[in-house]
C-alpha cells in the first residue's frame, strides 16, 4: 500500500461529508414548515386570495370554511395554523412571508401591528361597511392614526355565569351592586356552595377579574389608559382594585393556581360552584342538552358613577397585511366577511360567539346567544380584554406573572403594585 | 546542507483547508455566531421588528431589579442542580449498587426503575399532573389532602422535582449499573480476603474505579438541570413558582411578547451559568492528564 490510500480515504470522507452533510445542513437552514389546509376555491375575477387562519379548532374551521364557501369573486386559499402557535409566531409571520389576509385581534393588539406598519389601511373598506357596525365596534377596528385596519367579524362577551335550575331552587337572585353581590357570596357559602369558581393556571383568566373590577371602580377610560401604560400601577385607584378584590378572595374557589379553566367551568355544570365570572365559551363544558340552562349577569355595579356601562367582549376579525400580493381581492374578501349573513354562519355553527355586524339575524341564536347579543347592546363601552388591551409583552410577562402572585398572596398589594409600575416603567418607554 | 522537507504536499494542504474550513464554519455558523448574536442583541431592545437600538446593559440591569421572576428561576435552577445532585443521583447510585447484588426479581425492579426514562419530560410534566392535581389527582385523593400541589409557589417546584427526578434516577442507576457490572469481581474479593467491611469495600475500593462513570453522571446531571424545561412547561408554562431561565427565555423570544432583546440577555446568563460548570470541568480534566 503507497500514501496514496490514505489520501483517497480523506477524499472519500470529504465526499460523503459533501453528499450527506452539506445538503442536510442546507435543509436544516431552510425554514420549511409552512404548515397548510386545503382551501375552500371559487373561480373569480380577482385571482387567487391566501388567508392565514388560525382556525385550528373543529368548529371554528368548519365554520370558516362553509363562510368561503359563498364567496365568489376570488380564489381564496386557506393556511390553517395551531391557534396559539399562530398567535406566538405573529412577529415572524408578519415580518416574513405572511398571507394577504390573517385573523386577528381587536384594540391594542391590532394597534401594536398597524402602528409598526405591518398592516394595510382598510377605511376605503370601512367607507362601505360601516353601516353595519356599531360605533364602539369602529372604535375597536381603528388604529391609532384613526385609520381602521380590521374587520370584526365575531366575538363573544365576559359576564357572571350560573346554572339556572341551581338559583331556582335555593331562590338565589342575581346582584345589582358589590354589596348585594358580596352578600349572595356569602349566602352560598353558608348553603355549602363555593360561591365563586376560578381558576388561574394558565395565567390569562385572572385578568377578566381584574378587568370588570377596574372598569366598575374606575370606569372604562381609565381602564384603557392604566392599559396603555399612561397610568401609574401604584395609584390609589388601582391599589382600590385590588382590595376590592382582595374582599371577594374568601369566597373565589381555593387553590386556583392549579386550576385550569375547565375544571373551574365543570365544577359550575356539577353545582359545586355558584357562579363563574368568564367568557360565554364557557359554554363548551357543559353538555349539549344542560346548555339552556347556562344564565348570566353583568358583574355588578361598585362606582354608581361607572354603572354596569363597561364589560369586556374580545373581538375576533380579519386584517390585511402590510405585504399582501392581491389587495384587491383581499379587500374584497373582507367586505364579503363583514357582510351579516357570512357572520350568522359561524354563529350558527359556534354557540359561544356573537356576530359582530349589527345587521346579523339574530333569531337563529340560541338563549344564551341572545340574552349576550342583548348585553352588548346596552353596554357603552366594550373592552378587548387585558391581553388585548395593551402590549403583548406586558401583558405575558408581567400581568401574568403579577396577577398570579396576587392570587397565591392577596395581602401583599403594596409590594406587588410597586413591582408592575417598575417593570411598566422598563417596558413602555 | 539542510535539506528542507516539504511535510505538506499540496494536495495536503488543500484537504486540510477544507476539512478544517468545513468544521471551522459549520461550528462558527452553528455554535459561536449565534452564541455571539445573542450576546450582542443582549445590549439592544429589539423587538424582533423594528430597528436595532443599542442600549447596552440597561437589559440585564432591569433583569436584576424589575423582574421578579428572574431571581425565582435562578433560584429554582440551581434548586433543580442540588436536588439532581445531592438526592435524585445519590440515589440512583443506591439503587444501582443494590439491584448488583442480583436481588431476586432484580430485573423487574430494574424495568421499574428504568421505565421513566424513555418518557419525555413533557410527558413526565403530564403525569405529574394526573397524581398533584389539587381536583382530580391521585395524591389527594388516596391521602385525602386537599393540598394544591402545582398551584402553591412554596411547594410546586418540590413536587415537580421530584418528578423530574423520579426519571433521573432511573437514568443514573444504569450508567451506574453499567459501570458496576464492569468493575472487576477479584477487586472485591482482595478486599473482602483483608477484611474490609461490606462499606468500606464499596466506598474505599469500588467506588474510586467508578472515576469515569462518576464523571459522565455529573456531567449528565448538569445538563440536565440547566436544560430543565418541558416538564415545567408543560404543567403551567413555567409560570407561578416554576420559573427556569430557559423558560424565561422562551417566554420572552418566542412568545408573542418579542422582546428578543431582553430574553436574549436571560439567554447570555445562562450561558454564562453553563460556562462556569464547562471550565471547571475541563480544567478538572486537563490537569489529570
Same mark, same amino acid.
Given at each position: 500500500?503507497?500514501?496514496?490510500?490514505?489520501?483517497?480515504?480523506?477524499?472519500?470522507?470529504?465526499?460523503?461529508?459533501?453528499?450527506?452533510?452539506?445538503?442536510?445542513?442546507?435543509?436544516?437552514?431552510?425554514?420549511?414548515?409552512?404548515?397548510?389546509?386545503?382551501?375552500?376555491?371559487?373561480?373569480?375575477?380577482?385571482?387567487?386570495?391566501?388567508?392565514?387562519?388560525?382556525?385550528?379548532?373543529?368548529?371554528?374551521?368548519?365554520?370558516?370554511?362553509?363562510?368561503?364557501?359563498?364567496?365568489?369573486?376570488?380564489?381564496?386559499?386557506?393556511?390553517?395554523?395551531?391557534?396559539?402557535?399562530?398567535?406566538?409566531?405573529?412577529?415572524?409571520?408578519?415580518?416574513?412571508?405572511?398571507?394577504?389576509?390573517?385573523?386577528?385581534?381587536?384594540?391594542?393588539?391590532?394597534?401594536?401591528?398597524?402602528?409598526?406598519?405591518?398592516?394595510?389601511?382598510?377605511?376605503?373598506?370601512?367607507?362601505?361597511?360601516?353601516?353595519?357596525?356599531?360605533?364602539?365596534?369602529?372604535?375597536?377596528?381603528?388604529?391609532?392614526?384613526?385609520?381602521?385596519?380590521?374587520?370584526?367579524?365575531?366575538?363573544?362577551?365576559?359576564?357572571?355565569?350560573?346554572?339556572?335550575?341551581?338559583?331556582?331552587?335555593?331562590?338565589?337572585?342575581?346582584?345589582?351592586?358589590?354589596?348585594?353581590?358580596?352578600?349572595?357570596?356569602?349566602?352560598?357559602?353558608?348553603?355549602?356552595?363555593?360561591?365563586?369558581?376560578?381558576?388561574?393556571?394558565?395565567?390569562?383568566?385572572?385578568?377578566?377579574?381584574?378587568?370588570?373590577?377596574?372598569?366598575?371602580?374606575?370606569?372604562?377610560?381609565?381602564?384603557?389608559?392604566?392599559?396603555?401604560?399612561?397610568?401609574?400601577?401604584?395609584?390609589?385607584?388601582?391599589?382600590?382594585?385590588?382590595?376590592?378584590?382582595?374582599?371577594?378572595?374568601?369566597?373565589?374557589?381555593?387553590?386556583?393556581?392549579?386550576?385550569?379553566?375547565?375544571?373551574?367551568?365543570?365544577?359550575?355544570?356539577?353545582?359545586?360552584?355558584?357562579?363563574?365570572?368568564?367568557?360565554?365559551?364557557?359554554?363548551?363544558?357543559?353538555?349539549?342538552?344542560?346548555?339552556?340552562?347556562?344564565?348570566?349577569?353583568?358583574?355588578?355595579?361598585?362606582?354608581?358613577?361607572?354603572?354596569?356601562?363597561?364589560?369586556?367582549?374580545?373581538?375576533?376579525?380579519?386584517?390585511?397585511?402590510?405585504?399582501?400580493?392581491?389587495?384587491?381581492?383581499?379587500?374584497?374578501?373582507?367586505?364579503?366577511?363583514?357582510?351579516?349573513?357570512?357572520?350568522?354562519?359561524?354563529?350558527?355553527?359556534?354557540?359561544?360567539?356573537?356576530?359582530?355586524?349589527?345587521?346579523?339575524?339574530?333569531?337563529?341564536?340560541?338563549?344564551?346567544?341572545?340574552?349576550?347579543?342583548?348585553?352588548?347592546?346596552?353596554?357603552?363601552?366594550?373592552?378587548?380584554?387585558?391581553?388585548?388591551?395593551?402590549?403583548?409583552?406586558?401583558?405575558?410577562?408581567?400581568?401574568?406573572?403579577?396577577?398570579?402572585?396576587?392570587?397565591?398572596?392577596?395581602?401583599?398589594?403594596?409590594?406587588?403594585?410597586?413591582?408592575?409600575?417598575?417593570?411598566?416603567?422598563?417596558?413602555?418607554? | 546542507?539542510?535539506?528542507?522537507?516539504?511535510?505538506?504536499?499540496?494536495?495536503?494542504?488543500?484537504?486540510?483547508?477544507?476539512?478544517?474550513?468545513?468544521?471551522?464554519?459549520?461550528?462558527?455558523?452553528?455554535?459561536?455566531?449565534?452564541?455571539?448574536?445573542?450576546?450582542?442583541?443582549?445590549?439592544?431592545?429589539?423587538?424582533?421588528?423594528?430597528?436595532?437600538?443599542?442600549?447596552?446593559?440597561?437589559?440585564?440591569?432591569?433583569?436584576?431589579?424589575?423582574?421578579?421572576?428572574?431571581?425565582?428561576?435562578?433560584?429554582?435552577?440551581?434548586?433543580?442542580?442540588?436536588?439532581?445532585?445531592?438526592?435524585?443521583?445519590?440515589?440512583?447510585?443506591?439503587?444501582?449498587?443494590?439491584?448488583?447484588?442480583?436481588?431476586?426479581?432484580?430485573?423487574?425492579?430494574?424495568?421499574?426503575?428504568?421505565?421513566?426514562?424513555?418518557?419525555?419530560?413533557?410527558?413526565?410534566?403530564?403525569?405529574?399532573?394526573?397524581?398533584?392535581?389539587?381536583?382530580?389527582?391521585?395524591?389527594?385523593?388516596?391521602?385525602?389532602?386537599?393540598?394544591?400541589?402545582?398551584?402553591?409557589?412554596?411547594?410546586?417546584?418540590?413536587?415537580?422535582?421530584?418528578?423530574?427526578?423520579?426519571?433521573?434516577?432511573?437514568?443514573?442507576?444504569?450508567?451506574?449499573?453499567?459501570?458496576?457490572?464492569?468493575?472487576?469481581?477479584?477487586?472485591?474479593?482482595?478486599?473482602?480476603?483483608?477484611?474490609?467491611?461490606?462499606?468500606?469495600?464499596?466506598?474505599?475500593?469500588?467506588?474510586?474505579?467508578?472515576?469515569?462513570?462518576?464523571?459522565?453522571?455529573?456531567?449528565?446531571?448538569?445538563?440536565?438541570?440547566?436544560?430543565?424545561?418541558? %416538564?415545567?412547561?408543560?404543567?403551567?408554562?413555567?409560570?407561578?413558582?416554576?420559573?427556569?431561565?430557559?423558560?424565561?427565555?422562551?417566554?420572552?423570544?418566542?412568545?408573542?411578547?418579542?422582546?428578543?432583546?431582553?430574553?436574549?440577555? %436571560?439567554?447570555?446568563?445562562?450561558?454564562?451559568?453553563?460556562?462556569?460548570?464547562?471550565?471547571?470541568?475541563?480544567?478538572?480534566?486537563?490537569?489529570?492528564?
Amino acid at each position: 500500500m503507497d500514501h496514496g490510500a490514505p489520501l483517497s480515504r480523506r477524499n472519500l470522507l470529504l465526499g460523503a461529508a459533501a453528499a450527506a452533510g452539506v445538503p442536510a445542513l442546507l435543509a436544516g437552514c431552510s425554514s420549511g414548515a409552512r404548515p397548510s389546509a386545503g382551501g375552500a376555491s371559487a373561480s373569480g375575477g380577482l385571482g387567487t386570495v391566501t388567508l392565514g387562519s388560525n382556525a385550528s379548532d373543529e368548529v371554528p374551521k368548519k365554520s370558516l370554511a362553509t363562510v368561503l364557501a359563498s364567496f365568489h369573486s376570488a380564489q381564496v386559499k386557506v393556511n390553517t395554523v395551531d391557534h396559539n402557535t399562530f398567535q406566538e409566531n405573529i412577529n415572524r409571520y408578519l415580518k416574513g412571508r405572511p398571507d394577504d389576509v390573517f385573523t386577528w385581534f381587536a384594540g391594542y393588539r391590532m394597534q401594536f401591528f398597524a402602528e409598526q406598519g405591518l398592516a394595510t389601511d382598510i377605511s376605503d373598506v370601512w367607507r362601505e361597511i360601516g353601516g353595519d357596525y356599531t360605533q364602539a365596534f369602529k372604535d375597536a377596528s381603528t388604529g391609532t392614526d384613526g385609520k381602521q385596519y380590521f374587520v370584526p367579524f365575531t366575538y363573544y362577551p365576559w359576564a357572571v355565569f350560573y346554572r339556572k335550575s341551581l338559583w331556582r331552587q335555593k331562590g338565589y337572585q342575581p346582584p345589582r351592586t358589590l354589596d348585594e353581590f358580596t352578600a349572595l357570596a356569602r349566602k352560598m357559602k353558608a348553603d355549602g356552595l363555593i360561591p365563586i369558581a376560578f381558576a388561574d393556571k394558565d395565567g390569562w383568566p385572572a385578568m377578566g377579574t381584574f378587568d370588570i373590577i377596574n372598569m366598575r371602580t374606575n370606569g372604562y377610560d381609565f381602564h384603557i389608559s392604566l392599559m396603555g401604560g399612561k397610568e401609574s400601577w401604584t395609584d390609589p385607584r388601582v391599589r382600590q382594585v385590588f382590595d376590592t378584590w382582595r374582599g371577594l378572595m374568601e369566597y373565589h374557589q381555593p387553590a386556583a393556581l392549579g386550576r385550569t379553566w375547565q375544571e373551574a367551568a365543570q365544577s359550575l355544570q356539577q353545582k359545586k360552584t355558584g357562579m363563574y365570572l368568564l367568557g360565554m365559551f364557557v359554554a363548551q363544558q357543559f353538555p349539549e342538552n344542560e346548555r339552556d340552562d347556562i344564565d348570566f349577569f353583568t358583574f355588578p355595579e361598585i362606582d354608581p358613577a361607572h354603572g354596569t356601562d363597561s364589560i369586556d367582549a374580545p373581538i375576533d376579525g380579519y386584517m390585511i397585511s402590510a405585504k399582501a400580493k392581491n389587495v384587491d381581492g383581499a379587500k374584497a374578501l373582507l367586505k364579503h366577511l363583514a357582510q351579516a349573513a357570512a357572520q350568522n354562519v359561524a354563529t350558527g355553527l359556534d354557540p359561544g360567539t356573537l356576530a359582530a355586524s349589527s345587521k346579523a339575524d339574530t333569531s337563529g341564536y340560541s338563549t344564551l346567544q341572545k340574552r349576550g347579543a342583548e348585553l352588548v347592546s346596552k353596554a357603552k363601552h366594550i373592552a378587548q380584554f387585558l391581553d388585548r388591551d395593551t402590549r403583548p409583552d406586558f401583558a405575558s410577562t408581567v400581568m401574568i406573572p403579577s396577577l398570579q402572585s396576587f392570587v397565591g398572596k392577596p395581602g401583599e398589594i403594596d409590594s406587588l403594585l410597586a413591582g408592575i409600575e417598575k417593570q411598566k416603567a422598563t417596558i413602555f418607554r | 546542507m539542510a535539506v528542507r522537507t516539504r511535510r505538506y504536499s499540496a494536495r495536503d494542504v488543500t484537504v486540510l483547508v477544507i476539512g478544517l474550513g468545513v468544521a471551522i464554519v459549520v461550528n462558527v455558523g452553528l455554535i459561536w455566531g449565534p452564541t455571539l448574536a445573542s450576546v450582542g442583541l443582549s445590549g439592544t431592545d429589539w423587538n424582533g421588528i423594528g430597528p436595532l437600538r443599542w442600549v447596552g446593559g440597561r437589559n440585564y440591569a432591569d433583569l436584576a431589579g424589575a423582574y421578579p421572576p428572574f431571581w425565582s428561576a435562578v433560584r429554582n435552577n440551581l434548586l433543580w442542580l442540588g436536588f439532581l445532585g445531592l438526592v435524585a443521583t445519590p440515589f440512583g447510585l443506591l439503587c444501582a449498587v443494590l439491584l448488583d447484588r442480583r436481588l431476586r426479581l432484580s430485573r423487574l425492579y430494574q424495568s421499574a426503575l428504568y421505565l421513566p426514562v424513555v418518557l419525555s419530560l413533557a410527558v413526565v410534566g403530564f403525569i405529574a399532573q394526573l397524581v398533584y392535581s389539587s381536583d382530580y389527582g391521585v395524591l389527594n385523593a388516596v391521602t385525602g389532602l386537599s393540598v394544591d400541589w402545582l398551584g402553591d409557589r412554596s411547594i410546586n417546584i418540590w413536587v415537580v422535582m421530584v418528578a423530574a427526578g423520579w426519571r433521573h434516577v432511573g437514568y443514573v442507576m444504569i450508567i451506574y449499573l453499567a459501570g458496576l457490572k464492569a468493575v472487576d469481581p477479584a477487586l472485591k474479593e482482595a478486599a473482602a480476603i483483608d477484611g474490609a467491611s461490606e462499606a468500606q469495600t464499596f466506598f474505599r475500593v469500588v467506588f474510586p474505579t467508578l472515576r469515569p462513570v462518576n464523571v459522565i453522571v455529573l456531567v449528565i446531571t448538569v445538563i440536565e438541570a440547566l436544560r430543565a424545561f418541558d %416538564i415545567v412547561y408543560a404543567i403551567n408554562r413555567g409560570r407561578n413558582g416554576l420559573e427556569l431561565l430557559s423558560v424565561l427565555v422562551t417566554e420572552n423570544i418566542v412568545g408573542e411578547a418579542s422582546r428578543i432583546g431582553f430574553g436574549s440577555a %436571560i439567554a447570555v446568563i445562562l450561558l454564562a451559568i453553563s460556562i462556569g460548570f464547562i471550565v471547571t470541568y475541563l480544567s478538572q480534566l486537563f490537569r489529570e492528564e
